[in-house]
């Protein structure tokens, strides 16, 4: 889906009010959320690189910590969607 912001999904189609873009640069996929009740979350997130949410996804598991940031970052959605572009 793509909108004025960019193209995006939903990280959790249960929760639309979540969307996450994804964009190319620098020759990397770049993600970047926003969420419709919280403009905050847009403007104070910068766009993230795929290889940033996979080193945070190992220091989760480092610390033994269960949640796993790359459920959210679909690096093989991003791919499709901006294949599509």
Do not use: C
């Not at 991003?78 to 294949?83: K, N, P, V």
Request: proline letters at 6%; a negative charge; hydrophobic letters at 35%.
């Amino acid at each position: 889906m793509k909108d004025t912001l960019g193209v995006y999904y939903y990280p959790n189609p249960q929760h639309p009010e979540n969307r996450m873009y994804v964009r190319r640069f620098g020759g990397r996929i770049e993600f970047r959320m926003w969420n419709r009740d919280d403009a905050q979350v847009w403007e104070k997130h910068n766009w993230l690189p795929m290889d940033v949410i996979r080193q945070a996804a190992q220091m989760f598991r480092a610390m033994g910590k269960e949640s796993d940031p790359t459920t959210l970052y679909d690096e093989a959605v991003a791919q499709r969607l901006l294949s599509e572009e």
